[in-house]
């Protein structure tokens, strides 16, 4: 055991990525009954949906979880309240500060870890008073930093920045990329797109098998200009880096992202239409596992990899 | 001794990556005498240049060394003869395809490593009858693959589609870093930048010195329209932001890169018009070391590294 998993209670210091349309209470409950920590992914989820979710997961594992808080969310308030009268153990806060929430989630007892793409972002987190950090580099997939640092440059510069544990993000779907992250100062890591392409995810199935069908090259970084994130190669991807080549202002960029194509991609399986958010590490995916079978799978190669490296 | 180590008769595993107007004869030198690869950069060479810094790198060391050819370069065919004729023990080529020349060096019992940054082209250098392949991500400085796949996605992937020996090269400057590449089943790795802020390399002064003071975010991936580079931040590349928010044509950006840019910057020092090549790590290097001290502290690193994770 180390720091990550006493300080969450939970048997691996492997979190599942909060993910919109991917990750409710199904993917949280398979993760955290596997030893790993769970996570709803609050991003895409009216307040009543939400504390559906967690009131599901609950009655679904006795393991701790954790609800991730995308802070930029217009009805954060209702979610927050929801989270703290559910007493959800672990909240992980993502795109924004943390700061005026900490002492809340402290004071009802739930522990708090927050996003970061950048080691000043990581300070700020720790001065806000947050139990740990999610550093995530360029490779991963959705919401992504401005500054572009990858995942290897990424996790030393913020281990070295803050005395709080660190979970690696970005990159990590094997035992191999976990004991890398390791090898890098982190105590944890945090996978998403491995995730997505799981049984108990709630993704589309076209999703899933599009995610696994993915090769090197097939995601890019985009819309930087507005809130920069790595997508699947895709019509609907076409269309935005067409949108570039002409010249489009941010208005038309927003109208042509338009509302609800993340759900019509990732959770309604218009793999044409729709704005699929995955990871540059799908190019490393190649079947739809359970979630025991992908937290067994990574503590058993990240053990061989560790004697391996010992030889 | 592992198989890199082995394959080209070095101590340790590491290369220090050919970069144009930072690793001269001194450098290459320095790099073998302290039990890695050095390597000299021809790509800003003349062949007369080049043949006079193989010959005082030979007069400066015992141990094998390389010469880094990018293949694209005018004078391909006077260099290799030149490393025919001066027998330099390993060549690092780039920037094309190595299967037209690979049978020339193997006969004259020269190794060949290939620089990729895709799985790809690996099979291609490994079919070609490379012996190893140097595999660089998306946070490496200079020129750059097209995909983006950072070091820590490329790694496994080109691991897993060649048997041939894997150097890692992007975002690595430390023993950690480098413990990381291992964990991701490198068999050695490349570091550029940071022998460019090393008391041995060709860099100017003030490039060492801005190299040491850079920051997270203070580099960016850029001209991919043309060729894409990864440049450390100032007034130049503050140019080229400019001519892309214009709208500017291919022909504009290369009229605008013009030629000498990177001499100016990274050797003669002109921090404002110059063009100044360096990797995302550049961010974690604080001071200008000599070659022995970089590879004795990455050594002494690596091993501390090792016994952490075995704990």
């Known amino acids: ?34 030893g790993g920590l769970g996570t709803i992914g609050s991003g895409s989820m009216y307040p009543d ?31 927050i309240q929801i989270i703290l009268e559910e007493k959800v153990p672990v909240v992980i806060t993502s795109a924004g500060n943390p700061k005026m929430y900490a002492e809340t989630f402290k004071t009802a007892g739930c522990k708090l870890i927050h996003v970061v793409s950048s080691s000043k972002f990581a300070i700020k987190a720790q001065d806000a008073g947050c139990d740990a950090v999610v550093a995530e580099g360029f490779e991963a997939g959705g919401h992504n930093g401005r500054e572009e640092t990858t995942t290897l440059c990424l996790i030393p510069q913020v281990v070295d920045a803050v005395s709080i544990p660190v979970i690696a993000a970005g ?38 098998q599009a995610v696994i069908a993915a090769k090197e090259g097939d995601t890019h ?26 010249g489009a202002t941010n208005d038309e ?40 079978q992908i937290i067994d799978q990574t503590m058993m190669d990240f053990k061989a990899a560790v004697q391996k490296l010992s030889l």
Not at 55 to 77: D, E, G, H, M, W
Not at 221 to 245: C, G, S, W
Not at 261 to 281: C, H, S, T
């Open 253 to 292: 960029l927003k109208a042509l992202l338009g509302r609800g194509r993340a759900k019509k991609g990732m959770f309604e399986g218009d793999m044409i239409e729709g704005e699929l958010e995955i990871g540059q590490v799908s190019a490393r995916l190649g079947h739809v596992f359970s979630a025991k």
């Open 171 to 208: 990159g990590i779907a094997d035992g191999r990329s976990m004991l890398a992250a390791f090898a890098l100062g982190a105590q944890g890591v945090q996978m998403g797109s491995r995730f997505v392409a799981c049984e108990e995810s709630s993704a589309h199935d076209a999703f899933k």
């Open 1 to 34: 055991m180390n720091d990550i998993s006493g300080l969450f209670g939970i048997q691996y210091p492997i979190v599942q990525g909060g993910m919109i349309w991917c990750s409710g209470w199904e993917l949280a409950a398979a993760v955290s009954n596997a």
């Open 221 to 246: 970084l985009t819309l930087k200009e507005i809130t920069p994130v790595r997508l699947l190669n895709n019509p609907f991807a076409d269309q935005v880096k067409m949108a570039y080549h002409s």
């Open 49 to 79: 949906v939400l504390r559906e979710q967690i009131r599901k997961c609950k009655s679904a594992t006795v393991r701790p979880f954790a609800v991730n808080l995308p802070l930029i969310y217009p009805q954060v308030a209702d979610h």
